[in-house]
């Protein structure tokens, strides 16, 4: 039938047509194959997709399965996933318990193993199509006292996907800064040193977050003053169109906040900060909101969420509930006028939960490898299991999971240990 039709009226059809099956059509004909693999018609298809309909995808480390689970939902009342939409996790035994995801950004999530220690690999990956791509680690990593910060996301002007790594020495019970600073690219598959102007500021080891929004990455950032005495907080922003740095003022009352306590988040198309009173074993906190996207002066302290055992504020859902974790309870839609909390029968232990964006498309189709899941079985033989574990690393992450017991006892530890650091470095 292609025979007999256009190739712009074939291309418009099959742009309405879903990721799973076009990665089989490509078996159909060459001229298909040449069709759904060009960057131009996985450009115009994602566009398609990110229209559809709104999806939120879950991501939360299931101590019954030991492993990440992940499903996708509807922002409806019952937060449904009556779409039954089947997530395959390839990654089973590449990390220990769980990813950070640093991001989700048309379709693809990236990760990076640095919650348990310290990251040795940073995996972008397809979901809907089975496709991974594990990128180079970057030359820029001589030091062996170094903290790193990630971001990610689409580069709409080059259709490419992008990931920032920015690298501080620690001497001297401090950062030094200027970081170093490299940009991946896919479609270039390497690793290049940004060269231009980096602001002298620090993200905030381990518990940093990243939004996406406006062709930019934002990270909650801060700078020492004057004899140390106090920090200034600022929100700072690389550009991946145009790979420049720039700043934004943060409200006064959050601009001398301890920065442990600052999350960026994403807010319903706006940029978002979460103030927690305390950054572990928090009860309460306030979301601050950039109504005007660049404009300082339109920051407004739009919700505040009591609720002990706070984990992570996670995202909004378009009713205005907030979606949170809290101990011992899973995820929550949390109404910040009642103060109520519903529980959306989602489980998992407290700080492994993600919430996203979710659509389908053909991001990493010709970049990516495919990425089925392994499901082990008693008859794996002790030779597979050496093969999963040949680094010093990983040998070493087993050994930690015998001294430290399980999941929620190491999520405790890293987090405790880590507020702990920070917190006497930031006041030193």
Known sequence: MSD????????????????????????????WNSIITSPFFISIHTQQA??????????????????????????????????NIQIEYPFRDHTRFYYRIVGSS???????????????????WNPTIKRKLTLPMPEENVASHVMFVLGFGFDVQNNDYKVVRISYIQEDYEYLVPPAVE????????????????????????????????????????????????????????????????????????????????????????????????????????????????????WSKQYYVDLEGIGLILGFRANGDVLLTARNRGLLSYDHITGKSKDLGIFGTKDSFYVGPYCESLGLLVEGKEARERVPSDSDSDSDSDSECESECESSVE??????????KSEFRMQNSMFQYLSALLKH
């Open 4 to 31: 007999y039709l256009p190739q712009e009226v074939l291309m418009k059809i099959m742009t309405k047509l879903p990721p799973k099956s076009l990665v089989r059509f490509r078996c159909v004909s060459k001229s």
């Open 50 to 83: 990110t229209l559809a309909e709104s999806q939120i995808i879950v991501r939360r480390y299931s101590k019954a399965q030991n492993s990440e689970v992940y499903s996708v939902h509807l922002d409806d009342k019952h937060f449904s996933d009556e779409k």
């Open 106 to 124: 048309n379709g693809v999530l990236c990760l990076s193993d640095d919650l348990f220690g310290q990251a040795y690999s940073i995996v972008l």
């Open 183 to 298: 940009v991946y690219a896919v479609k270039t598959g390497n690793w290049r040193t940004f060269n231009g102007e980096v602001p002298k500021n620090c993200v905030v080891e381990y518990f940093w977050s990243q939004v996406m929004i406006y062709g930019s990455v934002h990270w909650v950032a801060y700078r020492n003053m004057v004899k140390h005495d106090k920090v200034e907080n600022t929100i700072m922003l690389f550009n991946l169109s145009q790979e420049a740095f720039d700043e934004m003022e943060l409200p006064n009352p959050l601009k001398n906040e301890l920065p442990i306590n600052l999350n960026a988040v994403f807010l319903e198309g706006s940029l978002a900060v979460v103030q927690y009173d305390e950054r572990v074993g928090s009860k309460s906190c306030g979301i601050w909101v950039m109504k005007k996207y660049g404009d300082v002066e339109s």
């Open 399 to 408: 050994d930690d999971e015998d001294r430290f017991g399980d999941v929620e």
